[in-house]
């Protein structure tokens, strides 16, 4: 190929796909405007820049490579240490994505300064703030750290020139949308500078074997923007999501290379920055209100955990011309099927009604197991009559206004045990199953095999 002759191509900034043209809206992802021709440095330029940087390797006998574990160390932070499989692995590269606000930032700092206090040396590069708004936040979080380097810059080639010359034992970079390449065309943000950014800070530490974050911006439909290619990339995604009006955070692994993806952290935003919540069940019902109907609690699935949310429904006659349902932290859908299985299995008339539904805390509960509650819940603000308070609700709902069996039954009644609460609205055939458990012991079982019997329980 001709050293001179510019390659271009055409390539969605959304969702990365190439396509062979310009096209108003992307193929693959469904989005307007997004597709951008991205200028292509010839082959034998990218190699020969490639090769003067030094990022090649060579083959290795597989037997000279050094085996055993991953060598790991400890954040600092314990929710984070979790949800990273137990703690930060050497070498690794971890992208955490979330809305913007949502306390990414915030996390990391405070993850630096803990890592600094304990002597290690380490890096924050941002290119979103000024230094002294990082020395601000460092105040908010406790101090500053002498071990914590500060540095304000967006071209990736100076970040990756300071990196070699200071070693520092972690880094993070906030954010990768923020980082360009001189060599790469394209504004800040776009998928070819992403891409090319981060597979050069990747690169490089895993060459060097110490650990980066990156900090990814989430786009309004919930990908990284700058997208997939980044997750591929890396060996861990986070996502730390939450509601903004609530101080509650969850730190979700979608991928990880060194770890379970089941796993979460809780944490509380507060004054100090964010706090790890050890026992958040105890939290998320805490402000449950005593003897109002339309409250249920559900023992839901986080990750591994078994967390305890409260879903509240509120059921009144319809005031447009026609029912809605708005329902938040729940699917709609799930809304709507169930309520039509209560008009059709049990009579009531719930299409002239409003029904709004959401989850205390800004939790969001997505697992069939959910059912039972929101079920209870409607009924319970249907009929005006609270759910005894004491109880918990667990079950998948089927159309035939059967109620399934649901996967860790038995933890689910453990934890709402370990909270004071004693009675257990399950699955007959789990009842059945647990009534021999030791695990259930103090526990009222009230089986339930379809919606009759539930309505006939809270008769
Ligand atoms: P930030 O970490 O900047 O979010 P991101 O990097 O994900 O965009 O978090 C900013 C929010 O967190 C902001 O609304 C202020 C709030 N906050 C606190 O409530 N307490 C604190 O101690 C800090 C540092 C921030
Ligand atoms: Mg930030």
Redesign the pocket.
Same mark, same amino acid.
Do not use: N, Q
């Given at each position: 190929m001709s050293k001179t002759k510019l390659k271009t191509y055409f390539e969605c900034t959304a969702c990365g796909a190439r396509q062979p043209k310009w096209m108003g809206r992307c193929p693959d992802c469904g989005g307007w405007s997004t597709v951008e021709e991205v200028r292509l440095a010839p082959v034998a330029e990218a190699a020969e820049r490639w090769v003067a940087r030094g990022e090649y390797g060579s083959p290795v006998p597989m037997t000279e490579i050094e085996g055993g574990s991953e060598l790991r160390f400890s954040s600092s932070i314990e929710e984070l240490d979790r949800v990273l499989g137990g703690g930060i692995v050497e070498g690794s590269a971890v992208l955490v994505g +979330?809305?913007?606000?949502? +306390?990414?930032?915030?996390?990391l700092l405070q993850m630096l300064l803990e890592l600094g206090k304990r002597g290690m040396k380490v890096l924050y590069v941002s290119g979103e703030e000024s230094a002294r708004q990082i020395r601000m936040?460092a105040d908010?979080?406790g101090g500053a750290v002498a071990e914590v380097l500060v540095l304000s810059e967006i071209d990736v080639d100076a970040i990756l020139a300071i990196l070699e010359k200071d070693r520092p034992s972690a880094v993070v970079i906030?954010s990768v949308q923020t980082i360009v390449s001189a060599g790469i065309s394209g504004a800040p943000g776009t998928v070819s500078q992403v891409r090319e950014v981060s597979a050069r800070l990747v690169g490089w530490a895993k060459g060097r074997g110490l650990p980066l974050f990156l900090?990814g911006h989430v786009t309004k439909d919930g990908s990284l923007a700058g997208p997939r290619v980044l997750e591929h990339m890396v060996d861990t995604v986070l996502y730390?999501e939450g509601d903004?009006g609530h101080p509650f955070r969850i730190l979700r692994a979608v991928k990880n290379r060194f770890g379970s993806t089941n796993e979460v952290g809780v944490f509380e935003?507060?004054?100090?920055?964010l706090r790890g919540v050890l026992n958040p069940s105890s939290l998320f019902i805490a402000e449950r209100p005593e003897g109002a109907s339309g409250s249920a609690v559900v023992p839901c699935l986080e990750g591994t955990r078994v967390l305890l949310v409260e879903i509240q429904a509120l059921v009144a006659p319809q005031t447009f011309g026609t029912a809605q349902r708005t329902v938040s932290g729940v699917e709609r859908s799930r809304v709507q099927i169930l309520s039509a299985l209560l008009d059709r299995r049990l009579g009531l008339s719930l299409c002239g009604q409003d029904i709004f539904v959401s989850v205390a805390g800004g939790l969001e509960v997505s697992e069939p197991a959910g059912d039972l509650g929101l079920v209870a819940a409607i009924l319970s603000s249907y009929t005006n009559r609270p759910l005894p308070q004491d109880a918990v609700f667990f079950g998948e709902v089927g159309l035939a206004g059967e109620v399934r069996g649901v996967s860790r039954a038995e933890d689910r009644v453990r934890e709402a045990l370990k909270l004071g609460f004693k009675k257990m609205i399950l699955p007959a055939r789990q009842s059945k199953e647990l009534s021999k458990s030791p695990a259930a012991k103090g526990a009222e079982l009230h089986p339930i095999g379809n919606l009759d019997e539930l309505m006939d329980l809270l008769a």
């Open positions: +979330g809305d913007p606000g949502i +306390g990414k930032s915030t996390l936040r908010r979080l906030d900090v730390f903004k935003m507060g004054e100090g920055g």
